[in-house]
């Protein structure tokens, strides 16, 4: 396979994390308002009760990527990384169609089930594709442009929610008045560009050398798995660094809404400037050499900066401020992120796509028990899930890194 063939995979793959990544940063400045709207419509919701809402629409999205992702992962493995993409990407277009045409919450929550499903797919095997594309030398570097596709999706999302969530679209059709609520048509424009990656994928993505296998040997328990000290303590970093993001997506949405007193267009910059930050630098951290920044030093030092801007995210409520701090969290969240897609891809050349669809499961249950244990602390304050985030953290930092060592390549 020749560079330019290689690289034109490479894009396919990323434009399907971009675009996946993309749906879930839709919702993020939406969700708080969005929520409120369909239970004060459906008259049965209490309005203290619409907090806990929130979080339950956040959490049940990466509870089924849980439970489905490593499925999903072993039969990449089996019978190749294609076919799981692309039934990934149809899953999130259906998603994104039922949430923007939402009626109820109950259809929301139907919405966010079947995203949760079908997308789950998508992520842990596009990078399980990259793995198979490229060598050991490469692979760092490679998979920090996936985290670089994830990041820009984390910034489109927010942009797209954020700013097309302003005005209704009135459009006057030979059937009648058609009316696109200003909540739905984030998600619709979404829903178009899963479409366009779909085709894509479909027409011009080829398959990647064969790794994966029916042979004994190919075949991995989980057993075996969580029998490697290592890996596991990989595991537990994936784990705390999801549940602090995810908990700060979450809170920092109604934070905003309630105490900054932010519209949808200033929460939407707040998400563009994490991810942003974080697409820039990924690929600059990771393309350091071991010897001159080794990645346990990036490890320990990302979680530190997010512990500091976390720990005292809420001393000042100026915008510059806020900004500032997310930057710095974004800052650290770069330096982990593709340092652990990395390190665990190495662990098995012949079941990437299971160890890789294990730790998006990991990060699944940071996903869901981050926004439920978010709302629950901000119901006793709302600075006190920031400052659980950053004492988290430092202890975690404190009590893992000593000793941790990696596969390096």
Not at 123 to 136: C, E, G, H
Not at 349 to 366: A, D, H, P, R, W
């Amino acid at each position: 396979m020749d560079n330019r063939e290689m690289l034109g995979r490479i894009a396919i793959i990323l434009l399907s994390i971009f675009v996946v990544m993309s749906g879930y940063g839709v919702l993020l400045p939406v969700l708080p308002y969005y929520t409120e709207r369909l239970a004060l419509k459906s008259g049965v919701v209490a309005d203290e009760d619409i907090n806990y809402h929130i979080g339950i629409l956040t959490s049940i999205y990466p509870f089924f990527q849980l439970l489905f992702a490593v499925v999903w992962g072993k039969l990449s493995d089996r019978f190749g990384r294609k076919v799981l993409i692309i039934m990934g990407l149809s899953g999130f277009v259906i998603m994104q169609v039922l949430t923007g045409l939402s009626t109820s919450l109950a259809m929301l929550y139907v919405a966010r089930i079947l995203g949760g499903i079908f997308s789950s797919s998508v992520i842990p095997v596009s990078n399980a594709y990259l793995s198979d594309l490229t060598s050991t030398k490469q692979r760092r570097k490679i998979l920090a442009w996936s985290g670089v596709a994830v990041s820009a999706g984390v910034i489109a999302g927010p942009m797209i929610g954020g700013y097309l969530a302003q005005t209704n679209l009135h459009f006057n059709t030979r059937f009648g008045h058609l009316l696109l609520d200003k909540f739905s048509v984030p998600f619709l424009v979404v829903a178009l560009l899963g479409i366009v990656a779909l085709v894509v994928v479909v027409l011009w993505l080829k398959k990647p050398k064969e790794q994966y296998t029916n042979s004994p040997q190919g075949k991995l328990k989980m057993t075996a798995m969580l029998a490697n000290p290592v890996f596991l303590r990989l595991l537990l970093l994936s784990l705390v660094i999801q549940l602090a993001v995810t908990l700060f997506e979450t809170v920092f949405s109604v934070y905003a809404k309630d105490i900054l007193v932010f519209d949808t267009a200033q929460v939407g910059l707040g998400f563009m400037l994490c991810g942003l930050i974080m697409a820039v630098l990924q690929p600059v951290f990771a393309s350091f050499d071991e010897n001159i920044l080794p990645m346990r030093l990036q490890l320990i030092t990302g979680f530190l900066l997010a512990a500091l801007s976390m720990g005292i995210f809420t001393l000042i409520t100026t915008d510059f401020y806020v900004f500032t701090m997310i930057i710095i969290f974004a800052t650290g969240g770069a330096m982990v992120t593709p340092n652990l897609i990395a390190s665990i891809s190495f662990i098995d050349e012949n079941n990437t796509g299971t160890y890789l669809s294990t730790q998006t499961s990991t990060n699944s249950i940071g996903q869901v028990l981050g926004p439920l244990l978010g709302m629950w602390i901000y119901s006793f304050g709302s600075s006190l899930p920031f400052l659980f985030i950053g004492i988290f953290l430092l202890l975690v930092t404190l009590l893992t890194m000593p000793g941790l060592k990696f596969n390096k390549s």
